[in-house]
């Protein structure tokens, strides 16, 4: 889906244009100066060697209605209905956009499905939002990682809460107690680190993280569901190594 995702998601260009200069670019900052809102769309690749020069996470939200595309330090990132297709920055001498997709295939509450809508995407300063109704996937943005959340302010049943996110990657997949990587020997990897589940009080367990062969599944055990307090945030991070 995605053309153009540490403790708590990566190719690119042989080439990159020149950074041009904010005033003709038309580079303005966002209200919060945490970011960079670009008022016209911009090249991927001249979002990459400004953020390679120290800038902000920086976005576009003009290239294609529906979309958000931005990149930090290592990474660029495209944001639409499906999920993120995620794109390391791994130098000119590697492959051109390698791209891993992460998409949400299904949620489950207690064994039964539970159900969600195709994403709506929306930024409020360095956090991208797909809302898809009954769930939020949150997407929080600094220009060396993307932290991916999956937000549940309801639940209607007991059991356990399982997520599970279908990826595509070129990459070979290493899995680990301490991560899953997305890994090209020859220049780099992705990781998927550790998962954490977060109550409303702050109160937080790490859930399992599990490679199930063409995605991963996230889990979140029924008795710590039972004594939390809602929001209930999953929150798995993605890095570029």
Same mark, same amino acid.
């Given at each position: 889906?995605?053309?153009?995702?540490?403790?708590?998601?990566?190719?690119?260009?042989?080439?990159?244009?020149?950074?041009? $200069?904010?005033?003709?670019?038309?580079?303005?900052?966002? @209200?919060?100066?945490?970011?960079?809102?670009?008022?016209?769309?911009?090249?991927?690749?001249?979002?990459?060697?400004?953020?390679?020069?120290?800038?902000?996470?920086?976005?576009?939200?003009?290239?294609?209605?529906?979309?958000?595309?931005?990149?930090?330090?290592?990474?660029?990132?495209?944001?639409? $209905?499906?999920?993120?297709?995620?794109? $390391?920055?791994?130098?000119?001498?590697?492959?051109?956009?390698?791209?891993?997709?992460?998409?949400?295939?299904?949620?489950?509450?207690?064994?039964?499905?539970?159900?969600?809508?195709?994403?709506?995407?929306?930024?409020?300063?360095? @956090?991208?939002? /797909?809302?898809?109704?009954?769930?939020?996937?949150?997407?929080?943005?600094?220009?060396?990682?993307?932290?991916?959340?999956?937000?549940?302010?309801?639940?209607?049943?007991?059991?356990? /809460?399982?997520?599970?996110?279908?990826?595509?990657?070129?990459?070979?997949?290493?899995?680990?107690?301490?991560?899953?990587?997305?890994?090209?020997?020859?220049?780099?990897?992705?990781?998927?680190?550790?998962?954490?589940?977060?109550?409303?009080?702050?109160?937080?367990?790490?859930?399992?993280?599990?490679?199930?062969?063409?995605?991963?599944?996230?889990?979140?055990?029924?008795?710590?569901?039972?004594?939390?307090?809602?929001?209930?945030?999953?929150? $798995?991070?993605?890095?570029?190594?």
């Amino acid at each position: 889906m995605l053309s153009a995702l540490a403790s708590c998601l990566p190719a690119l260009a042989a080439t990159v244009t020149p950074l041009i $200069p904010a005033q003709d670019a038309r580079i303005e900052h966002a @209200s919060t100066h945490t970011g960079l809102q670009l008022s016209e769309p911009t090249p991927p690749a001249s979002l990459l060697e400004a953020a390679m020069a120290g800038l902000p996470v920086l976005y576009d939200e003009a290239a294609e209605p529906g979309r958000i595309l931005s990149a930090g330090h290592g990474w660029k990132a495209d944001f639409g $209905p499906s999920g993120l297709d995620y794109t $390391p920055v791994l130098g000119k001498a590697a492959p051109v956009d390698q791209i891993t997709s992460f998409e949400l295939r299904s949620v489950t509450l207690g064994g039964e499905n539970y159900a969600y809508e195709p994403g709506v995407v929306g930024r409020s300063g360095d @956090s991208v939002t /797909l809302d898809r109704g009954t769930l939020r996937e949150v997407y929080h943005l600094d220009k060396d990682i993307v932290e991916q959340t999956f937000v549940f302010d309801e639940l209607p049943g007991p059991g356990d /809460l399982v997520v599970e996110v279908a990826v595509k990657s070129p990459w070979a997949v290493e899995a680990s107690d301490e991560a899953i990587r997305f890994v090209d020997p020859s220049f780099g990897e992705i990781s998927y680190g550790k998962a954490f589940a977060v109550d409303a009080n702050g109160w937080s367990i790490g859930i399992s993280r599990e490679w199930i062969g063409d995605g991963i599944a996230l889990t979140v055990p029924a008795a710590f569901l039972a004594e939390a307090t809602l929001p209930i945030t999953l929150d $798995p991070p993605i890095g570029t190594g």
